[in-house]
């Protein structure tokens, strides 16, 4: 068989580093269901089609639970005892082929529509137990119509070493559960730079690439790849030229990086001696430990909301929240650790929590809308958080605020739980700095009001860009719209601060937009003084940092604020930089 051509591909670098390795594709998204007319004569070998696909469903779970008992031990195996069982359930299949039988439907649709029929009942459920049995027939179903489909199953443990995972989509526990294996590369059909599977791929150092529209149809299981998360570029069946050059670019990266760490001990400062906090966004437990690694500045952002995420289905204890958070505290000393309370919704939606599901969650209950609408859930995240303020410096953020009454709601609240802890003996912080996560429009238009009720203000670029130019950022289509640098978005960020500053507030931003050294030199330029970013861009907007003066950033977003496109900001940009700062820039 010829070898195949090489091909290369162009799309979005949203995790730098280059990865080498062979292609496991992974097809995340749901299979497609449609519904088709069955004749009489066709009814019960459409029924005799379900009962085989259950049977062989039915065996290759059973090989995944005995795979699981034997790296994980028996009690986790067990989870996979309930889904054979559903798989045999008279109950649920007797459904499925009586749907088939009245309706003259295939078994496909019967599956997925008694499947959704009965999620509904489950979720509406007041027993906890009960409602967590929807994931399970959501699992169940998933294998049964990927039986039906004739779509094999596969386990993590039967791929090779070097791996570089090419999937259509992939959620942020899809991320953390693959990255924490061996895999050395992402190449995703969907997503943005701003996306929370992205943003787990730098937590993880993993390089990735979104926005690869059809890459999946392109390629085989173990085909030769690389992944450049620098330059956005894919490479199919790289030539053996190829490969030795991204090998040196590879090594020369790396050398690099290292050379960047002797910045460690460097202050954050200007040519003319304004000092700027480089703080460190956190996602995992493990980055930790990269606070200090790479010379950042405390904790700008901890994202609590992964914390669950690697918990789920259950529900963090107090207990394990203030073990991360005093951790977290007492690493960032003496500078603060800014922890955001659970900002569960939209892509990482908590289903446990829903009273229903929702059609546009995004926009719907997340957030502080969530946190003051289940209390009940919240409260031992509230609990754990004043009592690990005793450890130091912790300040706690709300994000999705879009209104003064949620932050004078959340007072309240936390209020009640600090009377509760007091009452029980508990010892706990009672001067904990509260403040807003300036990412809603309504927010940023209010953001003099707000300044009055909160005692700082961190920007996330992320979602305000997202709700501001109606751009989802996963939608590899539209990526393109997405534009930190769009004139509405400048003018946006020089209110808040200028709100801020006449408050005499804190301020900071912890978007990812203050991962690009070009980005954060125009963030100091319109006054920020506190950024927060992935630890590892750290080292490199130090250096830019300490190669430019406050004065001429102040300069340079004047002039930027006077452009009319992103466009034109973006080529003012570069054109500047170009001439001022000999660092490359990242992508």
């Given amino acids: 068989m010829p070898a195949a051509e090489m091909q290369v591909l162009q799309g979005m670098g949203v995790s730098s580093g280059i990865a080498i390795g062979r292609a496991v594709c992974i097809e995340t998204r749901g299979p497609d269901v449609f519904r088709f007319h069955v004749p009489d004569d066709q009814l019960e070998a459409e029924v005799e089609r379900v009962r085989e696909g259950a049977r062989h469903a039915q065996t290759e779970l059973k090989r995944v639970r005995a795979r699981a008992e034997e790296d994980l031990g028996n009690d986790l195996a067990a989870i996979f005892d309930a889904h054979v069982l559903l798989l045999s359930d008279r109950h649920f299949l007797g459904r499925v082929e009586e749907r088939i039988r009245t309706q003259h439907v295939n078994a496909e649709w019967a599956v997925h529509k008694t499947a959704e029929e009965l999620d509904d009942r489950f979720a509406h459920m007041d027993d906890t137990y009960m409602r967590e049995r929807s994931e399970d027939l959501t699992d169940v179903s998933r294998h049964l119509l990927r039986s039906l489909q004739g779509i094999d199953h596969h386990h993590l443990s039967e791929l090779p070493d070097d791996i570089v995972i090419v999937a259509d989509d992939l959620t942020p526990s899809d991320a953390i559960r693959l990255g924490r294996e061996r895999v050395i590369g992402f190449a995703i059909e969907s997503g943005g730079r701003t996306s929370h599977t992205t943003i787990i791929a730098r937590s993880l150092n993993i390089p990735a ?193 879009s209104t003064v009454e949620e932050v004078r709601r959340f007072r309240a609240f936390a209020g009640e739980v600090m009377a509760d802890m007091e009452r029980e003996g508990i010892p706990f912080r009672r001067d904990v700095r509260l403040g807003v996560m300036i990412e809603v429009p309504a927010a940023a238009m209010i953001a003099d009001l707000l300044a009055r009720e909160a005692d700082f203000f961190s920007i996330g670029t992320n979602d305000l860009i997202q709700y501001s130019l109606a751009v989802d950022r996963n939608n590899e289509h539209v990526a393109s719209l997405y534009q930190p640098l769009h004139p509405a978005i400048l003018r946006m960020l020089r209110f808040v601060i200028d709100s801020a500053r006449a408050a005499g507030i804190e301020i900071g931003l912890c978007g990812e937009m203050a991962a690009d050294p070009r980005y954060a030199m125009l963030l100091v330029g319109l006054g920020l003084r506190r950024l927060s970013m992935s630890p590892r861009q750290v080292p490199e907007v130090k250096s830019w940092l300490r190669e430019t003066t406050a004065a001429d950033l102040a300069d340079l977003a004047a002039s930027c604020m006077s452009h009319s496109t992103a466009a034109e900001v973006q080529e003012h940009l570069d054109r500047h930089f170009a001439c001022a700062i000999s660092p490359a820039p990242a992508t």
């Fill in 209 to 401: 690439v979104a926005g690869l529209v059809g890459v999946m149809g392109l390629l085989c299981d173990e085909a030769p790849i690389i992944v450049d998360g620098e330059t956005g570029t894919v490479i199919l069946h790289p030539t053996p030229e190829a490969l030795q050059r991204y090998r040196a670019r590879k090594a020369e990266l790396e050398r690099r990086d290292r050379d960047l760490l002797a910045t460690r001990e460097l202050a954050a400062v200007t040519r003319d001696g304004v000092e700027i906090a480089l703080m460190a966004n956190i996602d995992l437990p493990e980055e930790v430990e990269e606070v200090a690694l790479f010379g950042a500045a405390g904790v700008g952002l901890y994202r609590s909301e992964f914390l669950y995420i690697e918990k789920s289905p259950h529900l963090p204890t107090e207990e394990e929240h203030v073990q991360i958070y005093r951790r977290l505290i007492e690493l960032a000393a003496p500078h603060p650790a800014i922890i955001r309370t659970y900002d569960l919704g939209g892509r990482k939606l908590a289903r446990e929590m829903m009273a229903t599901a929702e059609e546009n969650p995004v926009l719907g209950l997340r957030g502080i809308r969530l946190t003051l609408a289940r209390t009940e859930v919240f409260r031992s995240q509230i609990r754990a958080l004043y009592r690990a303020g005793v450890h130091g410096d912790l300040w706690i953020m709300l994000p999705m605020v």
